[in-house]
């Protein structure tokens, strides 16, 4: 099982949705970019989680569009920026997928990648991708990208 943790892209400044912000333009080329890397990384999340917020939602939706597979996310606030790293780490292992795609905020992916393997870095800039690997129970973490550093 591969796992791809994201932060999602940058987002418009002003809102008025519960769910938060949508992303800004330079936001929706982002995703773009991380589906284009993803897609250079035969990645083919059968499994797409978000946490329910609306900039997390359309990452998401960018980044699926890209690579051009079809998907039925799951919202959860599970991985909402105060997600438990411990319930979010259980609710992955419980799934039975080849790919998973996690697209979420800078604090609880931060918490989950470094909870997954201690290599892992926690700080990182919207639409940075992380990968993982489960092998035996042990989370093996394969490497990182900040594909939204590469627009500016």
């Known amino acids: 099982m591969r796992l791809f943790l994201v932060r ?27 589906g284009t890397y993803l897609k250079s990384q035969k990645a083919q999340p059968d499994v797409v989680i978000t946490s329910g917020y609306l900039r997390a939602r359309e990452t998401a939706d ?11 996310p799951i919202e959860t606030h599970d991985f909402a920026p105060d997600g438990d790293p411990e319930t979010m780490r259980a609710i ?6 080849r ?10 992916i931060g918490e989950l990648a ?13 639409c940075t991708v992380m990968a993982f ?18 627009l500016l």
Not at 99 to 108: A, F, N, P, R, T
Not at 135 to 140: A, E, G, L, S, V
Request: negative net charge; aromatic residues 10%; glycine residues 8%.
């Open 8 to 34: 999602h892209g940058a987002y418009r400044a002003e809102y008025t949705s519960k769910l938060g912000p949508g992303l800004s333009p330079h936001g929706e080329a982002q995703a773009q970019a991380v």
């Open 62 to 72: 960018w980044i699926m569009k890209t690579l051009d597979l079809p998907y039925d």
């Open 92 to 97: 992955l292992e419980a799934l039975d997928a």
């Open 99 to 108: 790919d998973i795609l996690v697209v979420g905020h800078m604090c609880s």
């Open 114 to 126: 470094r909870h997954l393997n201690l290599q892992a870095p926690t700080l990182f800039d919207t």
């Open 133 to 150: 690997e489960k092998i035996d129970n042990r989370w093996k973490f394969l490497w990182f990208n900040d594909c939204g550093r590469n």
